[in-house]
């Protein structure tokens, strides 16, 4: 199988190279051979409600109050949350929290101390 690209355009996987551009057979478009082997995956950049980079470790706060689904709790607003490990899910964030245990919170609920 071919490790060229789908066709950005009209998204056909029939797609061919010729000297340093990969073509479309069916709807003649051209683009860069090159530009494909240099757009390796970014890494996922995680921001807070304030638009701030999180990374692993940092300490962030609740910004409001959040039910907890099963238990019937609240995490109160301001509530410290240290050592966050960011994940690559629904929730962006699992941590500890001091009186509940381990949780899952999502970056738009919190704020970089």
């Not at 000297?19 to 479309?24: A, P, S, T, V």
């Not at 860069?32 to 240099?38: F, G, H, K, L, T």
């Not at 970014?42 to 039910?67: A, C, F, M």
Request: glycine share 8%; hydrophobic share 30%; aromatic share 6%.
């Amino acid at each position: 199988m071919s490790a060229l690209p789908p066709c950005p355009k009209c998204n056909s996987e029939f797609t061919y190279e010729d000297g340093g551009l990969c073509i479309c057979p069916e709807c003649a478009h051209e683009w860069s051979a090159q530009a494909v082997a240099s757009s390796e995956p970014t890494e996922k950049v995680y921001r807070d409600s304030t638009g701030t980079v999180l990374q692993n470790g940092d300490t962030v706060t609740v910004i409001k109050d959040l039910k907890l689904k099963g238990s019937g709790g609240v995490i109160k607003m301001g509530t410290k949350v240290k050592n966050i490990r960011l994940v690559d899910s629904d929730h962006d964030i699992d941590c500890k929290i001091d009186g509940f245990g381990a949780m899952s919170l999502k970056t738009e609920f919190v704020k970089k101390v």
